[in-house]
């Protein structure tokens, strides 16, 4: 009698050619993901996912600033990452955001979004709201945040992650602002602020969202201050707390 096994998931970046993208699970999507890009270091800050010294706290500004909802405090309980950005995932990740044409890219951070949901639902379980960072709709080539989370909404078959519909975002970006890229802290501080300010919020949801928890979703993680100043908004907002994920944690150097 012939003896048939499953083949073996391809890993990032091989996600195209790999069976499992259209006939596999997220699920399968995230452990693989937990193979074979970088992960996060067991020792991390449990804020921001940054690696830690062993012995010493983490050195990112954000995680000393005390609780609360206004400029420079801390308004965001914790922010999660799929992966490191190093290797071939920083690549594809620069690539899909400034190169037109890798709009396919979306499908497969979409997908392993939902395949770290899958595998980590300790972390999930009990958030009532999952919505995207807003990028402003000018944005060339693409709107990638937008473009993740419909992959993201459109992966989750069985609905079991409260990912806001993507033809009634939650959040929307009113107007363009600076880019935070290649500026130091102060730059990066100003920029964080100015890309909140700018963000407006669906009136649909006021009501909704009061006392909820909401996780918020980005693309990369450096200081962690734009996720973080979202998150004092919506907590100004009504909303009872709010963490963090992103595809990937860049390293500290500020």
Known sequence: MSQYSLPEPLGFPNCRRC??????????????????LQPIPDDHCLICSQALTPGRPCVNTLCGWRQGDGRRTRSITRIDAVAQFSGTFAAYLRIFKETPGHEYLAAIFGRLLVGWMETHPHLVDDVDLIIGNPTHPDRKPLQHIEAIMAAAHAEDTANRWPLAPPDNPVLTKASATEASKDRGFAGKEQAAWDHVSAIRMNSAYRDTIQGKCVLLVDDVCTTGLQLNYLAGGLLRS??????????ARVPWRY
């Open 238 to 247: 009504g909303v009872r707390e709010v963490r963090g994920l992103v595809l």
């Open 19 to 36: 069976a499992y993208l259209i006939n596999g699970t997220p699920r399968i999507c995230g452990t693989c993901a937990g193979q074979t």
